[in-house]
């Protein structure tokens, strides 16, 4: 059973922009913390942003000021909108609910 689906990755030119969508299962969305994760190969997965069923947004430092965490109650998804992006933003996103992850979307960032 699918409990978490996103959209939206894409290719851009850096300074684009790009806004990643994640449908989650209500009792996922409802219970759960959200996050967006993303990994590069040969690289660990690495936490992007996360957001608090209180509305609550932690970033990592890299992406501070340039990307937004939010979630709509109504459609039970989060969004990641990327603004300002960098060649080195290119990665696969996921989404991540408890212990649940999507099946990930490519963001490639080109000069």
């Known amino acids: 059973q699918v409990q978490l689906v996103e959209s939206g990755g894409g290719s851009v030119q850096a300074g684009g922009s790009l806004k990643l969508s994640c449908g989650a299962s209500?009792?996922?969305?409802?219970?759960?913390?959200m996050a967006w994760y993303r990994q590069v190969p040969g690289k660990e997965r690495e936490l992007v942003s996360r957001?608090?069923?209180?509305?609550?947004?932690t970033y990592t430092d890299s992406v501070q000021g340039r990307f937004t965490i939010y979630r709509d109650n109504d459609k039970a998804t989060v969004y990641q909108q990327m603004n300002s992006l960098r060649i080195e933003d290119t990665a696969v996103y996921y989404c991540q609910g408890c212990d649940n992850w999507g099946q990930g979307t490519q963001v490639t960032v080109t000069s």
């Open positions: 957001i608090t069923r209180a509305g609550t947004t």
């Open positions: 209500r009792f996922i969305f409802n219970v759960c913390t």
